[in-house]
């Protein structure tokens, strides 16, 4: 199990410790870095289950539905669409890998459990939840 996360990242001097998950939720520039992230470990994730290189995209609704399924979404501004929505999924898995709370290898384990992509990053969202142990603040 990975420690604690540090309060600076090495290597990645603008992740930084956040207050509340809403900030690491809304961050558009961690959703830019997440969303690459996000594909990537799905990609892995399918490429283990079928033994061959495989290279998929997930779709911001399956995002948006994990999103609400690992109950985060009352922690976004209400009018925020399932592309907003799929952003605070993005943001939130790839600052937990950036900030060491969890391993891709264990990402992708987490991921390829489930057969439905948003039950496999609903999963996946809560698990990161724990992890972090950050106050949860609606905006």
Known sequence: MPSEAPTDVKGFPFVSRRENLTDILVDRELAALGDAYVNFVYSLALSRKRGRPVGKKVD???????????????????????????DGAESLVVYAWLTGAISLDETVQIVEKEEMVEDAFALLLQAVLKRLNLPHQKV
């Open 60 to 86: 911001s609704s399956a995002l948006a539905s994990a999103l609400k399924k690992a109950g985060l979404r009352r922690l976004l501004p209400s009018r925020s669409d399932r592309h907003r929505q799929a």
